[in-house]
């Protein structure tokens, strides 16, 4: 399969639109639909519905979205692979993220990364969530760390898929009343005092606090707000107040806290991902994609 015909279909399934996509691709619309309908065939599957109004993927185009998009990622980074026998990769990647990730994952990320490509520079920092999204969205990151929700209904970006998230439960200090409890209702902590991220960063964060308390029949008393992960558990350490995140006992084993999962089923779902600009050149970008691939397996 012509891989072309791929990104064409990459275009307009993120456009929703022919014209516009047609626009991108410098084709004409009749052309662009002409391609499609090649793809189509190939494939033996309808990938859109179209009507004089709209466009929309079927299911199997959701599907090949994702696989299409695969697909030309990692020919990208083949060819540059295969390029850096005879070229030296030089450059630089501006990278985002929030914490933990710079506990996890992103060490060996960086180090993999210089060690195939040693004439490369990674310049990394940890934004707060909506710093990191504005700092990707004007061009000021090439690729960002982040949550799924902050760009699901974008089209001009694409993303890997980096892990789900982990259920939230209450974070205690250890000599807490509740801190040796198997699971706690939500509803057990009415008269709790809250610590938690800044609104102005973390306001998806807050909204869904505030939601969990008032379904649980109360409106939470935030008593203070941590600039960052390590301030948050400290202060829950030190007794100021308690905190509902994931479960982070393994990044943030020299902080005293309890973990103790919710019996509530909140049923938040917000996947990890790592983000960038679907317009964005830099050569970096798809090289770093294909360790970032490899480090999952």
Not at 161 to 184: D, E, Y
Request: proline share 5%; net charge negative; hydrophobic share 40%.
């Amino acid at each position: 399969m012509d891989t072309e015909l791929l990104r064409y279909f990459v275009a307009v399934a993120e456009h929703l639109n022919f014209s516009e996509a047609a626009k991108q691709l410098y084709l004409t619309p009749p052309t662009l639909g002409r391609h499609i309908a090649q793809l189509e065939q190939q494939l033996k599957v309808p990938l859109f519905v179209r009507n004089t109004r709209n466009v929309k993927l079927t299911t199997a185009g959701v599907t090949f979205r994702e696989e299409a998009r695969d697909i030309l990622v990692r020919t990208e980074a083949a060819i540059n692979r295969t390029r850096q026998f005879t070229d030296d990769v030089t450059g630089i990647l501006y990278v985002g993220f929030m914490s933990p990730f710079e506990k996890r994952e992103l060490p060996s990320l960086i180090r993999l990364f210089h060690q195939r490509y040693p004439k490369a520079v990674i310049r990394f920092d940890s934004f707060g969530r909506r710093s990191l999204s504005e700092a990707l969205l004007i061009g000021k990151l090439d690729m960002a760390f982040t949550m799924l929700s902050d760009f699901e209904q974008m089209t001009d970006l694409s993303w890997r898929r980096k892990s789900c998230s982990s259920p939230p439960g209450v974070i205690l200090p250890p000599n807490h009343c509740l801190a040796g409890q198997t699971s706690i209702r939500l509803s057990d902590l009415a008269n709790e005092g809250f610590v938690t991220l800044p609104q102005s960063e973390y306001a998806t964060e807050f909204d869904v606090l505030q939601r969990m308390c008032k379904a649980a029949g109360f409106n939470p008393r935030i008593v203070a707000q941590a600039h960052c992960l390590d301030t948050l558990f400290l202060m829950v350490e030190t007794g100021i107040g308690i905190t509902i995140y994931p479960d982070l006992s393994d990044v943030y084993d020299n902080i005293a806290v309890k973990f103790v999962p919710l019996e509530d089923d909140l049923a938040i779902d917000n996947d990890n991902i790592i983000a960038w600009r679907t317009t964005n050149c830099n050569p970096l970008i798809p090289l770093f994609l294909d360790v970032f691939c490899q480090e999952r397996v």
